[in-house]
T-cell receptor
């Protein structure tokens, strides 16, 4: 069975600082990995996804993530955080390439200090 | 881009009543939609897969008679919470596959409060 761990429940960074959100997964085959962002009371928006190929994936809003098979990780990064980035971030792993059957991590809440 | 809508965005109902939530793909056809449930400060839990023209597939532990799903067209799936009770209060989110199973787009969610 697949699983996702987001070790950090809550992260606070200053505006303009760099950000890294951690994600570790467990999956028997090549994983399909996703990062989503959720603003309060809203649905989820896809930031980026990895299926194969280049292990460094570029997404929307200046985010990127790096797939490291040896570490079973798919960490999300952004070089300079904006106040509007404050939200909940979810990492997910999809079974057999089926995004809808994804298993989600518990999420990381990002707070941005002025 | 692909847009998924949900209606209503928020609903308050009395215990024992039934509530219907609609999920629509506005600019694309979705043969497969998904229904999730999210408790406060928690992750999404997949409830069921909604397949156009056939029965929904429910995840283990989800009562199919409690959460009725109908996917009558390629752009509409409905979730009906029957005989709702306070423990059914939650945030319900739908999503739809777009251009294949590798990508899904989420609706904005429906907040259900059962008094």
């Amino acid at each position: 069975a697949q699983s996702v761990t987001q070790p950090d429940i809550h992260i606070t960074v200053s505006e303009g600082a760099s950000l890294e959100l951690r994600c570790n997964y467990s999956y028997g085959a090549t994983p399909y990995l996703f990062w989503y962002v959720q603003s309060p009371g809203q649905g989820l928006q896809l930031l980026l996804k990895y299926f194969s190929g280049d292990t460094l994936v570029q997404g929307i809003k200046g985010f990127e993530a790096e797939f490291k098979r040896s570490q079973s990780s798919f960490n999300l990064r952004k070089p300079s955080v904006h106040w509007s980035d404050a939200a909940e971030y979810f990492c997910a792993v999809g079974a057999n390439g089926n995004a809808g059957k994804s298993t989600f991590g518990d999420g990381t809440t990002l707070t941005v200090k002025p | 881009g692909a847009v998924v809508s949900q209606h209503p965005s928020r609903v308050i109902c009395k215990s024992g009543t039934s509530v219907k939530i609609e999920c629509r793909s506005l600019d694309f056809q979705a043969t497969t939609m998904f229904w999730y449930r999210q408790f406060p400060k928690q992750s999404l839990m997949l409830m069921a897969t909604s397949n156009e023209g056939s029965k929904a597939t429910y995840e283990q532990g989800v009562e199919k008679d409690k959460f009725l799903i109908n996917h009558a067209s390629l752009t509409l799936s409905t979730l009906t919470v029957t005989s709702a009770h306070p423990e059914d209060s939650s945030f319900y989110i739908c999503s739809a596959h777009h251009r294949g199973p590798e990508t899904q787009y989420f609706g904005p969610g429906t907040r259900l409060l059962v008094l």
